[in-house]
């Protein structure tokens, strides 16, 4: 059975930098799409980075050119560097893996979740 565990969330000001990373167990995880999702309070959950089986990233717009998606296949790790963070960036944030190699943007596209990981950006 897949687990996905997230950490490295935390605290920060604004302009500052933080990397989360998630630990994937269970399944073969060099295959499978994997992204980055967060949840503001009162807001849908949404897409933020995503990473196909091959390595090819891709972006919400609003994190483009501040946030990199990256993947370490050989220890099953994914990882998000974001830069340059504002209020706006100020939620949970969820690993996710996805049903197949390719990338979608829904909730409906990723199969399994971690269980989040809680970023703070003050100004």
């Known amino acids: 059975q897949v687990r996905l565990v997230e950490s490295g969330g935390g605290s920060v000001q604004s302009g500052g930098s933080l990397r989360l990373s998630c630990a994937v167990y269970?399944?073969?995880?060099?295959?499978?799409?994997m992204g980055w999702f967060r949840q503001a309070p009162g807001k849908e959950r949404e897409g933020v980075a995503t990473?196909?089986?091959?390595?090819?990233?891709d972006y919400a717009g609003s994190v483009k050119g501040r946030f990199t998606i990256s993947r370490d296949n050989g220890e099953t790790m994914l990882y998000l560097q974001m830069n340059s963070l504002n209020a706006e960036d100020t939620a949970m944030y969820y690993c996710?893996?996805?049903?197949?190699?390719?990338?979608?943007?829904?909730?409906?596209?990723?199969?399994?979740w971690g269980q989040g990981t809680q970023v703070t950006v003050s100004s």
């Open positions: 990473i196909t089986s091959d390595g090819s990233p």
């Open positions: 269970g399944y073969a995880y060099n295959t499978y799409c």
């Open positions: 996710a893996q996805g049903r197949s190699g390719r990338c979608g943007w829904g909730r409906w596209d990723f199969a399994a």
